[in-house]
């Protein structure tokens, strides 16, 4: 975490910029990247990956979310326009960086949190090391003054992280229907 979080930092304020948020201050600092949270997900060889769950599609209930994937691959995130899927193929050396319906609920849709799954790999087992940059848990977060200021119409109400994280997990993975827990 002690390499990861410099890079976090960056990667937040570059977003935040873009959305009129000069600095992230201790406030600001609680919703974007209030918990860290490092997994280490195995995913078991199996011969018949179209059977099995990997990951189902989902997005991510983060401000962002950095990963570093093996050389096996089966990482797919949703095409921009239409329902095919795109292979995110490994990069040695390099990391997955998501966007999270956090990004996209504080920036009014100008981010989008993109959906994704995985597929198991039938001869190789695979290892992936996802960090999850999310707010605390007691953080309220919505779309930002800062992007609202030109009378935008919000489209998401305030919501406390904790709510939305415990909807998220109440059910299966369906896409990306727990935004809509946040819509107005
Ligand atoms: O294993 C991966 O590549 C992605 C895992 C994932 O999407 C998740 O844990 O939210
Ligand atoms: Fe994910």
Redesign the pocket.
């Known amino acids: 975490m002690k390499w990861a979080k410099p890079i976090i930092v960056k990667l937040l304020e570059v977003l935040l910029e873009k959305l009129n948020v000069k600095q992230i201050d201790e406030p600001m600092k609680s919703v974007v990247m209030g918990t860290l949270i490092v997994?280490l997900?195995h995913?078991p060889v199996c011969p018949n990956p179209e059977l099995t769950a990997?990951?189902g599609r989902?997005a991510?209930v983060s401000s962002i979310?950095m990963?570093l994937?093996d050389d096996v691959g089966?990482?797919y995130v949703r095409e921009p326009k239409g329902d095919g899927w795109i292979h995110?193929p490994p990069v040695k050396g390099a990391l997955?960086i998501?966007i999270g319906d956090v990004l996209q609920i504080m920036s009014n849709d100008r981010y989008k949190s993109v959906e994704?799954?995985?597929i198991v790999n039938a001869s190789r087992n695979?290892v992936?090391v996802?960090i999850?940059v999310n707010p605390a848990p007691d953080a309220v977060f919505g779309p930002l003054t800062q992007v609202l200021e030109n009378g935008e119409k919000p489209l998401y109400k305030h919501v406390v992280y904790s709510d939305y994280f415990n909807y998220f997990f109440s059910k299966g993975h369906e896409g990306k229907q727990t935004i809509e827990f946040a819509k107005l």
């Open positions: 997994n997900i995913y990997g990951a989902h991510d979310t990963l994937q089966g990482l995110v997955v998501n994704h799954r995985v695979r992936s996802p999850f």
